[in-house]
């Protein structure tokens, strides 16, 4: 996602993003809601963070990498920000997308201590891994499974996680598609939107803590997290009460909600 344009900055800015949609939600052990929101519409001037930066810059490297561990790999198209058709506030800017196998790569540059953060190597429980990764990256390979099958008329049924982690050590882990979690994503994003990016809105900033969708945010009941418990956190699917029982909103690019 290193080098975005002026263009495709402009299209993100006025909506969710696969990279920012996790952290919105609360789903990030590095940013809270408050604090994505703010990056993300560019208010107070945040710093650069360093190690997004950098992780910019090896991304084309680690795409390189994992390409030639995919079976029957041919070639990829570069990032480009593509925008949900049905969802026009939900965007994505994946790493690279592979027309010949329908689906994408998701790449993330990491330090050798982020070994924890992933339960066991890929493949270890399984033909699929979505169980093995941190749940903010899941998170964000559903969203983009979605609007890339959404935007190039495919039938997406996984998406590739390149994980790098220094020297030779780049694992590639196969995330299913799960069209209950991204129904439950597509719900919760949307209140997330209308409350908070919407251009016609308000624009209200969100809380500090896990978001809740609803007209109240309930902080007594959902203390702050810290970065382990952020990494093992209820994903909205399985939560004490669904985005689908919460909402209240219609969505005007979709479906009613």
Known sequence: MADLTPEQIAIRRVR???STLP????YSPYESPLTAWERHLGIGGLPSNENMDAGHDFEAAIIRRASSMIDKYRQSMGAMTIISPSHDWLCATPDAIIPELTTGIQAK??????????????GEAGEWDNELVPKMYLLQ???????????????????YLAAHFGGAQTRV???RRDERLQAALLKAGYAFW??????AGKRVPPGSVQW?????????KHPRLNRTALLH?????VGEKPASELMDFDDPFGEST
């Open 173 to 175: 882990y196969k995330i």
């Open 141 to 159: 390979c559903q969203i983009e499974m979605f609007v890339a099958a959404d935007f190039y008329g495919w039938d997406v049924l996984f998406w």
């Open 109 to 122: 540059n990491h330090g050798a201590q982020m070994t924890r953060a992933y339960v066991a190597k890929p």
């Open 23 to 26: 952290a919105f939600l609360g």
């Open 233 to 237: 956190a209820p994903l909205p699917e």
């Open 194 to 199: 209308k409350l908070h990016i919407d251009p």
């Open 16 to 18: 969710c993003t696969a």
């Open 212 to 220: 809740i969708v609803g007209p109240e945010p309930r902080q007594s």
